[in-house]
Nanobody
Framework: QLQLVESGGGLVQPGGSLKLSCAASGFTLDDYAIGWFRQAPGKEREGVSCISRGDGSTHYADSLKGRFTFSRDNAKNTVYLQMNSLKSEDTAVYYC????????????????WGQGTQVTVSS
């Protein structure tokens, strides 16, 4: 069974940091492009970042460059999203997804989604 499990969300003050994890089971993460998405209440789901299969090149939404960093640990079959200088507008449910390719900050041909983890940025 293909599965992705996110963790690491929570409540953080503006300017703070969080590190999200996305662990895979049933398949090897490095064989897929992995994307982080987020969805805020009343808004469409948007692509945050994508890491390509193989070479591990990373792609970010323009508005997030410099604050978010996507990394992959093949030994742990886990990817991470380090989020710094968080703002209230970063509040959303964050999801990871596995697909075939990165198209900008989004994965394409997605085959599996995680259940999501809530990130709330508030004082």
């Amino acid at each position: 069974q293909l599965q992705l499990v996110e963790s690491g969300g929570g409540l953080v003050q503006p300017g703070g940091s969080l590190k999200l994890s996305c662990a895979a089971s049933g398949f090897t993460l490095d064989d897929y492009a992995i994307g982080w998405f987020r969805q805020a209440p009343g808004k469409e789901r948007e692509g945050v970042s994508c890491i390509s299969r193989g070479d591990g090149s990373t792609h970010y939404a323009d508005s997030l460059k410099g604050r978010f960093t996507f990394s992959r640990d093949n030994a742990k079959n886990t990817v991470y999203l380090q989020m710094n200088s968080l703002k209230s507008e970063d509040t959303a449910v964050y999801y990871c997804a596995a697909g075939l390719y990165c198209s900008g900050s989004r994965t394409t041909s997605r085959i599996v989604w995680g259940q999501g983890t809530q990130v709330t940025v508030s004082s």
